[in-house]
């Protein structure tokens, strides 16, 4: 990373793990696209229902991954490889441990949890099937991400990228053998997606046996005392993800309240969609972290100014392009999922997308920050920005746009959201934000 241009760091980074982000997102979309087929709306509104539940599980990886990682990264800079140890084992055992409850909880409880979700009828039973093994591969889910933030930290983002898209191709792959040729219905579509995290982990295993690799594991490390610096590091990842399932969630109450089952189906497509624009988001986002982190460390500071400018330029041009490819677009995105040819599904998904994806470039800038903050280790605005777009401003913003303008309050509530976040966002960087050689206020 040292021996090589800033901007060309930045583009081996960010291309990479743009890549790998969005065969990674590629998870959950696959199991849209034949659950759609093989269940038609019934199986897409239980795997609608279920996905909260997955970002939960990815998100405390995430938290601990990306938390991890970036104190280790800014420790190798300043020499300090002991302790950069210390954090990848206290990471390592707390993803063990808390993917452990998480099965246990999945394997005893996953009935409840599906009434929670108010689940009924035919959505009932492959909503549960879907959360009961997903949660039970909760350790898996969990290592692979710990795994994938320090081998990209380590200076393999090319491997990370392998890892990544080895466990997405498996799980397209096997998605279509279990539902169509093995006719296991949802219980296929959530096995082939269980399986992906372990495929990768095994590629990532490769570096465990050369000697290329910086991060190992420490001896008798207590992880109390390191995870809360863990967690602050890592919490605007954890936000990301939980608060995206949460958001589902409420979604989904009103939504079925408004038009039932068929909306909660049109807003799957519009929600699965999200996830693949929002993976190449945080694909920046996470390929610039080691970067930033590195130069930081090393006292570089002009550098950290650059490449944030760099991943403002490139999420904003990226969202602008994407934006107008769904407008274009819409009808035809929609009836991908719409095997059913539901005319009511297919005009409210159509409709969906035309608005809820206007928030596009506001939500790119809004990640870029909050992972901008915790890689210079300041974690309070990165906190502020991920809790604003995750819960202080959407839950209120699409309960009161939902009471007064229906399906369409719903559909304006997240760009509605991210627009007063990355105005927020932009006053934090102007007054705390800026790093070293970029001036302004420390």
């Known amino acids: 990373m040292r021996q090589?241009?800033?901007?060309?760091?930045?583009?081996?980074?960010?291309s990479l793990n743009v890549i790998g982000m969005i065969g990674l997102s590629c998870y959950i979309l696959a199991d849209t696209f034949f659950i759609s087929k093989g269940l038609g709306a019934?199986?897409?509104?239980?795997?609608?229902?279920?996905?909260?539940?997955?970002?939960?599980?990815?998100?405390?990886?995430?938290?601990?991954?990306?938390?991890?990682?970036?104190?280790?990264?800014?420790?190798?800079?300043?020499?300090?490889?002991?302790?950069?140890?210390?954090?990848?084992?206290?990471?390592v055992q707390a993803a063990l441990a808390i993917g452990v409850v998480l099965a246990l909880v999945g394997l005893f409880f996953s009935k409840g949890i599906t009434t929670l979700l108010r689940a009924d009828g035919s959505v009932y039973e492959m909503t549960n099937t879907y959360l009961k093994v997903i949660l039970l591969f909760s350790p898996m889910f969990m290592m692979n991400n710990v795994l994938l933030c320090f081998v990209r930290n380590d200076g393999k983002p090319r491997l990370?990228?392998?890892?990544m898209l080895a466990g997405s191709f498996?799980?397209?792959?096997?998605?279509?053998?279990?539902?169509?040729?093995?006719?296991?219905?949802?219980?296929?579509?959530?096995?082939?997606?269980?399986?992906?995290?372990?495929?990768?982990?095994g590629v990532m295993s490769v570096c465990f046996f050369k000697k290329d690799h910086s991060f190992h594991l420490a001896k008798a490390v207590l992880p109390f005392k390191y995870l809360p610096d863990v967690a602050s590091l890592g919490l605007p990842s954890l936000v990301t993800e939980v608060s995206s399932g949460i958001v589902m969630i409420v979604f989904n109450m009103i939504i079925l309240g408004l038009m039932g089952n068929t909306g909660v189906a049109a807003y799957g497509v519009i929600a699965n969609l999200s996830l693949v624009v929002m993976a190449m988001f945080?694909?920046?986002a996470q390929g610039i972290q080691p970067v930033i982190s590195s130069s930081y460390g090393y006292g570089k500071r002009d550098n950290v100014g650059k490449v944030f400018r760099y991943a403002l330029v490139t999420?904003?041009?990226?969202?602008?392009?994407?934006?107008?490819?769904?407008?274009?677009?819409?009808?035809?995105?929609?009836?991908?999922?719409?095997?059913?040819?539901?005319?009511?599904?297919?005009?409210?998904?159509?409709?969906?997308?035309?608005?809820?994806?206007?928030?596009?470039?506001?939500?790119?800038?809004?990640?870029?920050m909050a992972v901008y903050f915790a890689s210079v280790d300041r974690p309070q605005p990165s906190h502020i920005i991920s809790l604003l777009r995750g819960f202080f401003l959407i839950l209120p913003l699409t309960f009161v746009l939902s009471f007064a303008l229906k399906m369409t309050g719903v559909w304006l509530a997240f760009p509605a959201a991210e627009l007063l976040t990355a105005v927020f966002g932009a006053w934090c960087y102007w007054k705390y934000g800026r790093v070293g050689g970029q001036g302004g206020r420390r």
């Open 160 to 163: 990370s990228m392998t890892a």
């Open 282 to 284: 945080n694909g920046v």
């Open 315 to 368: 999420v904003t041009v990226a969202a602008l392009l994407v934006y107008a490819g769904i407008f274009i677009w819409a009808d035809p995105i929609a009836l991908i999922f719409n095997s059913g040819h539901d005319m009511l599904l297919q005009d409210t998904a159509v409709y969906g997308l035309r608005i809820y994806f206007t928030a596009c470039p506001f939500a790119g800038i809004n990640v870029i």
């Open 4 to 14: 090589e241009s800033i901007g060309k760091t930045f583009i081996k980074y960010t």
């Open 42 to 91: 019934d199986g897409l509104a239980a795997l609608n229902l279920a996905i909260p539940i997955y970002s939960f599980i990815h998100g405390l990886g995430l938290m601990l991954g990306m938390g991890g990682a970036t104190r280790y990264s800014i420790l190798r800079g300043q020499k300090d490889q002991k302790r950069a140890n210390t954090y990848f084992t206290v990471c």
């Open 170 to 201: 498996s799980n397209i792959i096997l998605d279509y053998i279990f539902i169509f040729p093995l006719g296991l219905g949802i219980f296929g579509a959530v096995l082939a997606t269980g399986f992906a995290p372990i495929i990768s982990i």
